[in-house]
């Protein structure tokens, strides 16, 4: 089903502002926080595996990780009849933007 220009419109502008939201969000963190963990969580879940990783491949098995507790949130709410927060689906996008952020070499690592 085809959209019309004026819900098209909508859409991009709610998509384009709430991007720079999440945008100015991401980097106010990595300002406080870093990416160390993220490669260090990585690095030892590879440890445990066996397997060697570039620090790209740590950095986004570090994310994976993150990712899998927030989906469990989903989940769990799912399970109660709830709806999942917000927050926790804006976690979910942040982190899936970081890995492709870090790809295109825009996020610092």
Known sequence: MAIGKRQQNRLHKWWTDHAASEADGMIAKLDE???????EIGERLASLIGREVTRQQAYELGVMFYLIGKMQRV??????QRDASDDTWHDIAVYAKMVL?????????
């Open 101 to 109: 952020a870090a790809r295109a070499k825009a996020m610092p690592q």
């Open 33 to 39: 926080y870093g990416t160390g963990d993220l490669h």
């Open 75 to 80: 989940i769990t709410a799912s399970e109660l």
